[in-house]
């Protein structure tokens, strides 16, 4: 059976670098679905000062998480308005076994049964080498991402007059520690999904394009 005859439901983890919303971005042409990125949807909000974003924006600027409660609840809300012929990639969430408990009780009740679960993997050098290397070109108008490495977009950001800036996270001794981070935060969460045998793990070394095919392969070839 197709995909497209049947909106997917996914899960999408992945360490920092391992390009999740490229990925996101590619997968949304491939497969009628919503993306919803917790961590963009919740600065949306605070950005848009709305009651949900003055709740959290405390929370958000000391790095921790959004409590379960009205995490779970937010989430409800979002995957009530997807509608019907449309599935979803989640990016973000669940981030504790509780929130993927809740999700497997909401999925239920909303009579959207998950697809499949892909887990980005990424060697740490590798990570270090797209976070470390990452600059962002601020000048007149937009600001784009780039490498240190790639000299044609570093010619294009001076030739603008534009300036590269390293974000503080992209240092590499914080990378490490957010990629630790991240394993220990996803691992109970994988160990919770492994029964239900939908859990793909992908090789997320290579141009975006190979990494979105090795993903829908997987995808399509359990359905
Ligand atoms: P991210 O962009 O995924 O790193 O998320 C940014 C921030 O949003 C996190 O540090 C948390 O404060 C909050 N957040 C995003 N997703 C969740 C979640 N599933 N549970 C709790 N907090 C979350």
Redesign the pocket.
């Known amino acids: 059976m197709q995909l497209k005859d049947r909106p997917p439901h996914l899960i999408l983890f992945g360490p920092p670098g391992a390009g999740k919303s490229t990925q996101a971005a590619l997968l949304v042409n491939r497969w009628p679905m919503v993306a919803i990125s ?3 949807r ?1 600065r949306e909000e605070i950005a848009a000062n709305t009651e949900l974003g003055r709740q959290v924006r405390d ?2 600027a000391n ?4 409590p379960d409660e009205l ?1 779970i609840a937010t989430l409800r809300t979002w995957l009530e308005d997807i509608p019907p012929d449309k599935g979803f990639l989640l990016d ?4 504790t076994v509780d ?1 993927a408990r809740a999700l497997n009780k909401m999925l239920e009740e909303l009579k959207r049964p998950l697809t499949a679960i892909i887990k980005l993997n990424l060697t740490v050098s590798e990570a270090v080498y797209r976070l470390g290397g990452r600059r962002i070109c601020y000048g007149d108008g937009a600001e784009e991402i780039i490498h240190i490495n790639d000299e044609d977009a570093v010619k294009r950001c001076l030739d603008r007059g534009g300036l590269l800036v390293q974000r503080p996270d992209d240092l590499p001794n914080v990378i490490v520690r957010r990629l630790s981070v991240y394993e220990e935060e996803t691992e109970p969460l994988i160990e919770f999904y492994r029964s239900s045998g939908i859990v793909h793990t992908i090789d997320a070394s290579g141009s975006p394009e190979e990494v979105a095919n090795r993903i829908i392969e997987a995808v399509e070839g359990d359905q």
């Open positions: 917790t961590g963009k919740l929370v958000l790095g921790r998480l959004v995490m973000g969430f669940p981030r929130q």
